[in-house]
């Protein structure tokens, strides 16, 4: 089950701040709701594609919430990368 790696790992959820760690190159994998608002997800989803990172698509925001461990809807969260792996 692709979320279960979100459920046990280091994330961080929201657009701006998966965006931000994009930019900075801490993110391993993005996850975004099918029912997201474009205009929240497309640079998300853009800048993904461009540095070459795996995209998932869950089914609805309020399953990606769950997925967090949040008690409200997420559109967009960031599997961070392993420690080991940025410092090697």
Known sequence: MP???LI??????GAKSVLRRILRSE???VFIAR????EVSEPVLREAEIRKIPVEW??????LGRACVIERPAAV???LKCRQAKEA
């Open 35 to 38: 029912d997201a608002d474009a």
């Open 77 to 79: 969260a960031g599997l």
């Open 3 to 5: 979320l279960q790696e």
């Open 58 to 63: 869950v089914d609805s925001s309020k399953v």
């Open 27 to 29: 993110i391993e994998k």
């Open 8 to 13: 046990e790992g280091d994330r961080v959820v």
